[in-house]
C-alpha cells in the first residue's frame, strides 16, 4: 500500500491544480486556516452574552456615552467596534447595516480555504485516475516481460486508491471542519449583533440575557444572576 510515485502524482499533482485555480493574494489565507482547521476552537457564545449584559448594566446606569470607557476592556473586537458605533449615536438600522456587512465579508473570507480544500478533493481522484492509466499503458507495454504486469497493476490501482484516500478522508473532511468552524463563528457574531442593537434599544439586562440566551442550548443559559447578578451586587 506504499507507493512514493502515486503518492507525488496524486497529492502534488491535487494540490498544483488546485493553486492554479486560485488567485495568489488568496492563497496566502489558506496555510493559516489549515491551522485552524487542526487547532482551532470554536467561539463561545455564552461569552459574548455576559460581557453584553454588563455592558447593558452600564449604558442603563450611566448613559450610553459611559460605554466608551469600557470599550478598552472589551476584548471582542465585534463587540468593540458595535460598541463605538452606539458612542458615536448612529442610528439603529446603519449599526445594522454596517455589523451585516461585517459579517458578510468575514463569511467570504472564509469561504476561500473551504473552496480550495473541496477543489483539491475533486482534483485527487482525477490524478488517480491519471496514475491508473500510466499503470495500464506500463503493463500494456511490456506484456512480454510477466514482471511487469504486476508492477503495472499495482501502480494502476494503488494511485486510484490514493486518490480516493485523499480526497475522502483528508481534503472533504478538513473542508466540512472550516465549514463547521464558519458556521459557528457568524452564530456568535449574530448573538453579539443583536445584543449590540438591544443595549441601544434600552434592553434591561435582565431581559437581555433572557432575549440571547434563547440563542443558546438549553444546559448553557445560566440565566442574569448567574452572569452577572453577583457583580450587580
Not at 486508491?161 to 464558519?182: C, D, K, Q, T
Amino acid at each position: 500500500l506504499i507507493g512514493p510515485s502515486s503518492f507525488v502524482l496524486v497529492f502534488f499533482g491535487a494540490i498544483g491544480a488546485g493553486l492554479m485555480a486560485f488567485r495568489t493574494a488568496d492563497l496566502g489565507r489558506i496555510p493559516g486556516a489549515l491551522i485552524y482547521c487542526m487547532k482551532g476552537k470554536p467561539p463561545d457564545p455564552g461569552t459574548a452574552v455576559t460581557v453584553l449584559a454588563e455592558l447593558a448594566q452600564v449604558a442603563r446606569r450611566d448613559g450610553m456615552l459611559a460605554l466608551e470607557t469600557e470599550l478598552d476592556k472589551v476584548e471582542d473586537a465585534f463587540v468593540r467596534r458595535g460598541l463605538r458605533y452606539l458612542v458615536d449615536g448612529l442610528e439603529a438600522d446603519r449599526v445594522r447595516e454596517l455589523l451585516e456587512i461585517e459579517i458578510a465579508a468575514l463569511d467570504e473570507r472564509h469561504q476561500t480555504p473551504v473552496s480550495f480544500l473541496k477543489a483539491v478533493s475533486g482534483y485527487a481522484p482525477t490524478f488517480g485516475m491519471v496514475g491508473t492509466v500510466i499503470g495500464l499503458v506500463n503493463m500494456l507495454g511490456n506484456l512480454s516481460d510477466p514482471d511487469q504486469l504486476g508492477i503495472g497493476m499495482a501502480l494502476a490501482l494503488l494511485t486510484t486508491l490514493y486518490g480516493v484516500l485523499f480526497a475522502n478522508v483528508l481534503f472533504n473532511p478538513m473542508a466540512s471542519r472550516l465549514e463547521w468552524l464558519n458556521q459557528l463563528e457568524l452564530s456568535a457574531l449574530e448573538v453579539a449583533m443583536d445584543g449590540i442593537l438591544s443595549i441601544q434599544a434600552g434592553l434591561s439586562p435582565r431581559l437581555l440575557v433572557e432575549r440571547l440566551e434563547t440563542y443558546l442550548p438549553p444546559a448553557q443559559r445560566l440565566g442574569h444572576s448567574e452572569r452577572v447578578g453577583t457583580k450587580a451586587a
